[in-house]
DNA sequence: GGGTTTCTTGAGCGATCACTCAAGTATATA
DNA sequence: TATATACTTGAGTGATCGCTCAAGAAACCC
């Protein structure tokens, strides 16, 4: 009895995903998603409820496969090697729609509105930087790097390099491979 | 003949500021405005022209204010003391509206769309790169760090650095006093 | 093919957006 | 005090916001 929707939901998500990314919240408006989703306005309540919702989705994608590139890094490169490489690897990568992180992005936009978005933004923020301690932990057990650093503490000031080399790097006038260099010769310090 | 305004145009922008600077620009709405600045609309546009207009008011006061607090610090602590120290001065500020930066959100926010703001934005960066890349300079000068840096790429990976630490001191579940130590501490080894 | 069920369509909802302007009010000079 | 000149006020502009819903089209089971 039932008819099938005519388009392709996990893509029509990868696809919000990469317009909020680039625009933003607010700078997303529904008539934008219903022009790039072509989709009518009922078809897209039908399929995500909100405008939030949708948001939520995306973020959700995005923060699954940034953990997921990372651990396939890793399993190539080592736990050191994948630390080593993302900084390049982030601002090199000409797909993205732009190259700041999205999770950043959404947290800045709302924290300040108290937007339930930016907690789950913080959440998966939470997950990418327990996603960097591993790897510290593992590059330690390797002997890698120094035993006496704590793999949170190295975690967080990584994570909190990357966000601002993923900004900078949307700077015309800056020379991001250069920070990116920059951060990666510090790890061969610890 | 004329009649005086019954307001300060200076503290309208400083509270501007602080509005847009928390909420960003598509954040802010003319309600907002109004009623926190206390202006009718009439008034408003009298005394502003647009928002934009006093958006880009608010951001000149805050670049300019940016500089000229550290060319201060400079001045009592030293070059590279005030290096060291701002870090850590700026996320322990109590009385900013927000700790991220507001070059950093307006940019970040604006950039896709090509908004004058966002070049605005971008421009006032280059000049407080200019003013870290100074004190860099007059550190080696000094002989407070090896003369072997190019002080330029030393400003862009500490502005880098500190756009990822004041937009980490706004998470809650981070510790951004020990971000801020470990920048200060990476001056030291230069 | 008939009947059922879902998906698709698009006009249009109330609310809010940035902004305007004419009328009223207050303060300066003469 | 009279007049000229701003400043203040707030109702109201058209446009856009996120979202709803009733009607029509299409695909499934029997």
């Excluded at 008819?3 to 529904?30: C, E, N």
């Excluded at 396939?72 to 601002?91: D, F, H, M, N, S």
């Excluded at 949307?170 to 990666?184: G, K, L, M, Q, S």
Aim: charge should be negative; aromatic fraction near 6%.
């Amino acid at each position: 009895m039932p008819r099938k929707p005519s388009y392709d939901r996990d893509a029509l998500i990868a696809q919000a995903r990469d317009i909020f990314w680039r625009h933003g919240w607010a700078g997303t408006s529904l008539k934008d998603l219903e022009r790039e989703l072509k989709l009518k306005p009922g078809s897209f309540y039908a399929a995500f409820g909100s405008k939030d919702t949708l948001y939520a989705l995306a973020l959700e994608r995005y923060a699954q496969d940034g953990v997921a590139s990372m651990r396939t890094l890793a399993e190539e490169l080592g736990p050191l090697g994948a630390l080593k490489a993302q900084p390049r690897r982030v601002i090199e990568a000409s797909e993205l729609p732009t190259k700041a992180c999205m999770l950043a992005k959404t947290f800045a936009e709302l924290q300040a509105k108290d937007h339930d978005l930016a907690a789950q933004a913080r959440t998966h923020m939470v997950s990418m930087k327990t996603c960097f301690a591993d790897l510290f932990r593992r590059a330690q057990d390797a002997g890698e790097i120094a035993p006496d650093h704590d793999p949170d503490r190295l975690a967080l000031r990584y994570q909190s390099d990357l966000l601002g080399l993923r900004l900078s790097a949307e700077r015309d006038d800056v020379n991001a491979a250069e920070i990116a260099e920059d951060i990666a010769a510090d790890l061969d310090r610890l």
